[in-house]
């Protein structure tokens, strides 16, 4: 089987800022005995603290320098990308991580110049396929996820109960999407909770009580949505954030999970929870590319 260490020469420098790649990267360096420097900044940063308690962390200047190969994550920010340039400069092999399924070339570019990776890790077949249109200069590989792995089994062995039909329990994974819908003076993730909550008939729900969990992305900050809970408190029986750091507690509360376009319904889906995107009608087209997620438009 593929591992990571088959494509580093250590010391191995990782620089993360996001929590996606974040997730995937700290899964494989459990099984990593090599030389490792860690710049983990952000969400990131969090994820690492939590897997590696008293574990060092070190500026992105000190993690490059002396290393031979660079793991990194493909956040939206700076940090990362500004490794990658650094690591380019030094001549040390670079290792970038995708941890989805959409704007693989955008994550490599700033004011228009694209600074590409020697090596690219994907973690499934599907995004395998769409990272091989990089040019052949850049190695395309898949390693598994056992990040997923490990959250979906969390997950199912931390049910107290199957899923109920109707549906009690209803946990919203939420995401900042940054656009807004055509016509619309707010951002695609307050209309697709909207139009969950307007359209709760379109669903299988219990008439005895339906409780909704709000899960914020971990770089969302906990005030992002005190309007809706408050406009819609009393539309169920209950409605409140969750206050749990584990993904897998609240998959396993949850009869129902919800989302846009985030990897946790693909969390929740592999551990055996009915799964819907709640993207509205007229906006983006869920990119997680399984079959098994339902879609609220389509009710």
Same mark, same amino acid.
């Given at each position: ?239 409140? #954030? ?26 929740? #889906? ?30």
């Amino acid at each position: 089987m593929t591992r990571l260490e088959d494509f580093i020469k250590p010391p191995l420098a990782v620089v993360c800022h996001d929590a996606g790649a974040a997730n995937l990267i700290v899964e494989w360096l459990k099984d990593y005995t090599g030389d490792l420097r860690v710049c983990m900044e952000g969400p990131a940063k969090i994820i690492w603290e939590k897997h590696f308690p008293g574990g060092k962390l070190i500026s992105i200047n000190r993690v490059i320098k002396d290393s031979k190969t660079l793991l990194s994550g493909t956040g939206w920010g700076d940090l990362e990308h500004s490794a990658r340039i650094q690591a380019k400069k030094r001549s040390i092999k670079n290792i970038a991580v995708i941890d989805h399924w959409t704007n693989y070339r955008e994550r490599f570019i700033r004011d228009g110049n694209e600074e590409l990776p020697d090596v690219i890790i994907v973690s499934d077949n599907y995004a395998y396929r769409l990272a091989k249109n990089f040019p052949p200069s850049t190695l395309v590989i898949e390693l598994p996820n056992n990040y997923l792995q490990v959250e979906a089994k969390l997950a199912s062995s931390e049910r107290l109960r199957k899923c109920r039909v109707p549906i009690e329990n209803i946990l919203i994974i939420t995401e900042p999407l940054r656009q807004k819908k055509k016509g619309k003076d707010t951002y695609l993730e307050f209309e697709a909770i909207e139009f969950l909550l307007n359209n709760l008939n379109k669903i299988n729900i219990s008439s005895r009580a339906v409780n909704i969990l709000l899960r914020l992305h971990p770089s969302e900050p906990l005030v992002k949505y005190d309007n809706i809970l408050k406009k819609y408190k009393d539309s169920v029986s209950k409605f409140h #954030l969750s206050k749990n750091t584990h993904l897998y507690q609240d998959i396993a509360w949850a009869d129902l999970v919800v989302g846009m376009n985030s990897f946790a319904l693909v969390v929740a #889906l592999t551990a055996n929870v009915p799964t819907m995107s709640i993207l509205p009608p007229l906006s983006i087209d869920c990119i997680l590319p399984y079959k098994e997620i339902m879609h609220l438009k389509d009710k």
